[in-house]
């Protein structure tokens, strides 16, 4: 059972930047690959990033491209997602999850573990 916790959400002014972690409990999350995903109010949860368990490969969504870049950093069991150049449509909640299958995933449906969220707001 992996447990997932994020943090460095907050409240940041529009071209500002914040970093977000993801610290997991578990014995074989460095096993795991890892995504962000995000969901503003009203809306579906969205893609944003994702990571191979090895950190190897990267994957992120067109609105975010450039701007945002995921990390990982396995000796201490926790994702990262920086997040410059920040937009006021970048608002929303921001969870990270995990899944033991290999590869890249961009589907909610293909992950098995989630955090409970952390809120970005960008004021424009």
């Known amino acids: 059972q992996v447990q997932l916790v994020e943090s460095g959400g907050g409240l940041v002014q529009a071209g500002g930047s914040l970093r977000l972690s993801c610290a997991a409990s578990?014995?074989?999350?460095?096993?795991?690959?890892r995504g962000w995903f995000r969901q503003a109010p009203g809306k579906e949860r969205e893609f944003v990033a994702a990571?191979?368990?090895?950190?190897?490969?990267?994957y992120y969504a067109d609105s975010v491209k450039g701007r945002f870049t995921i990390s990982s950093d396995n000796a201490k069991n926790t994702v990262y997602l920086q997040m410059n150049s920040l937009k006021p449509e970048d608002t929303a909640v921001y969870y990270c999850?995990?899944?033991?299958?290999?590869?890249?995933?961009?589907?909610?449906?293909?992950?098995?573990?989630w955090g409970q969220g952390t809120q970005v707001t960008v004021s424009s």
């Open positions: 578990g014995p074989t999350f460095s096993s795991y690959r």
């Open positions: 999850a995990a899944d033991r299958r290999v590869g890249i995933a961009t589907l909610t449906i293909e992950y098995d573990y």
């Open positions: 990571i191979s368990w090895s950190g190897g490969s990267t």
